[in-house]
């Protein structure tokens, strides 16, 4: 359908009609596009016939790869099949039905339930509401406040960007939706202090949440919530300390926990989810993005029995949907990447291949003049660009350097994204060593490349 367009028609085009997300957009029309056109597996294509290695999975997205026939086949049968209809009305579908249980099985805990959307916005905005509802329903209507991290990413939506603690979302979100506090968020690179161990730091970043409690007084508090890595934040890896000691928090004062998993959900740490990797119970799972790797929209919030069992002791409706709430062809999808994930073991391949071999990659840099940390976990990386090593000092102008050291990668042939001056990856499950080893020789040019572009601002 779109074929008959040359590219330089196709960027003239999307200048003139194309708003896109967190762009600049008059930095995007001076700069112009860059069109993909094609992906077969951990490969992308653009309009000038240029193969790119996709580090970021899409968008933390394609888990298993690009281009793979067996959803595309799915999708074209469910919609021969039953292309739409609602789950509204006292009425439901076979893939809704199936995924639910499948999700149920693969979710940690009690997680038993599921509320569908179509975004990782809408799946936490869905879990604001319930949450909210819940103490209503419990006859704690005073329990309002969630609390959340700085720099964390939970969605584009008011009430979804207003928990999340991205400052620039916060500064154009007229006004906050309220109700939300955020503390400091585990980036021992970033946040410790001169001489503070990571186990130290991490127990300092989790107090702040009881410090936030009585703050606001514990009987106002609902809930706390977090992504398990900060993604869109940095990729920051909370200290192995920092985890256990939010759960004892959550624990001595009652209130509900969400995992955001909408980046980590579906084996991205080698585990189904992340919450397992680091042993915390959460009431809440939001999800998204890999669900379906992307292939069709889909997300939900995966809700324990505290919720579920507090919905139904009440003869009332829960007056929140989507007209997309459980899709049957992003269900089918859905179904069809989960048996493809299972079928390949990919999962369990993160943790035996995927996580050390990412590890290994990133270790090779951690000497360069420019890298001042190196940090993953599972198949979640970073790269801090830095002035300054010793002193752990940025570059002026915070975020200059990422986009010169991203427009390096691009050109090599593999997509890094950059988080201000933290270039972050998120390599798709199927990767080999084939893979790994192209992006070391990129990474080591784009590197070098950006050096040479900022050397006069390195420190002697
Ligand atoms: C952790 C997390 N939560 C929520 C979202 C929002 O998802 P969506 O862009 O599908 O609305 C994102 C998007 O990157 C995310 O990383």
Known sequence: MTNQYQSAQLKELDALHHLHPFTNHRSLRAGGVRIMVRGDGPYIWDSEGQRVLDGMSGLWTANVGHNRKELADTAYQQ?????????????THPPVVVLSRKLAELAPGHLNQVFYGSSGSESNDTAIRLIRHYWVLKGEPKRRIIISRKHAYHGSTIAAGSMGGMAHVHAQTYPLYEGFRHIIDPYWYGESEQGESPADFGLRAARALEAEILAVGPENVAAFAGEPVQGAGGVKIAPETYWPEIQRIVDKYGILFLADEVITGFGRLGTWFASEHYGIRPNLITFAKAATSGYIPLSGVIVDDTIADALMAHDDDFNHGYTFSGHPVACAVALKN?????????????????????ATLLAKFKDHPLVGEVRSVGLLGAIELVADKRARRRFADLGRVGLICRDHFFREGFIMRAVFDTMVTAPPLIWTQTQFDEAEGVIARALDLTLADVAGELAA
């Open 79 to 91: 919609m021969l099949e039953l292309a739409y209809y609602n789950t509204f009305f006292r009425t």
């Open 338 to 358: 989960l048996e493809i994930i299972e079928q390949e073991r990919l999962v369990p391949r993160v943790k035996e291949f995927g996580a050390p071999a990412l």
